[in-house]
């Protein structure tokens, strides 16, 4: 149980697009999802937290407008990096909990996406 | 501030041997620790909750252990499966802090 899938795995795409990654919950319906971002041999950096159906919460310095969460439904959270440069390349990594247990319970972490911004 | 450390960053181990892993932490109002598994290329996968000091949580070659101030996480006669880096988070009133992990190399 508390399966979290992410997708796509891997992007590479051109600087200036913007980029959707899709984080579904597929067997739990997830009231609260986490967006991460991962450079290479250091930890999770929380991003944003979104509860579903209200605007999600930044942590400081994560720009707003440059990364846009939608958490329309309780088994779907998106986060569109909008017009991506070089910069925002990384290892993106959703998470979600369910509604029992509160804050205090475990996340479970989709499989990450890879964005390659050229 | 919450800070969560963990050492060492790196371990390589023969398999069978057996070794721990620490991770400390400084937060106000402890909820929970928490123990993850993330492969390269990976997200985390959820290993254990622990909750209150002297709590203990086992799993196959894995065992975590929790005191006011740390916890640790032992790996008894590790297989090159159990290769992986190994993260801890800290669950505060108001936010979760993660460790940078231990990168646990087991060589056959």
């Known amino acids: 149980g508390a399966v979290v899938s992410q997708h796509p795995s891997w992007v590479i795409c051109k600087s200036g697009t913007s980029v959707k990654i899709e984080c579904r919950s597929l067997?739990?319906?997830?009231?609260?999802m986490f967006w991460y971002r991962q450079f290479p041999k250091q930890s999770l950096m929380l991003m944003a937290t979104s509860n579903e159906g209200s605007k999600a919460t930044y942590e400081q310095g994560v720009e707003k407008d440059k990364f846009l969460i939608n958490h329309a439904s309780l088994t779907l959270s998106t986060l569109t990096v909008t017009s991506a440069h070089p910069e925002d390349s990384s290892f993106y990594i959703c998470?979600?909990?369910?509604?029992?247990?509160?804050?205090?319970?475990?996340?479970?972490f989709g499989d990450g996406t890879r964005l390659s911004i050229l | 501030e919450d800070q969560v450390t963990q050492s060492p960053e790196a371990l390589r181990l023969q398999e069978g041997e057996s070794s721990s892993l620490n991770c400390s932490y400084t937060?106000?109002?402890?909820?929970?620790l928490f123990w993850y598994r993330q492969d390269p290329g990976k997200g985390p996968e959820f290993l254990f909750t622990?909750?209150?000091a002297g709590e203990e949580k086992e799993k196959e070659r894995l065992k975590a252990t929790l005191t006011k101030k740390e916890s640790f996480l032992h790996i008894t006669a590790p297989k090159p499966e159990d290769s992986a880096t190994y993260l801890c988070a800290v669950q505060a009133p108001s936010e979760l802090s993660f460790g940078a992990g231990t990168t646990v190399t087991v060589r056959a």
């Open positions: 622990l909750y209150s």
């Open positions: 998470s979600a909990i369910g509604p029992v247990g509160g804050a205090n319970q475990p996340q479970h």
């Open positions: 937060v106000s109002g402890l909820r929970g």
């Open positions: 067997d739990f319906q997830a009231t609260t």
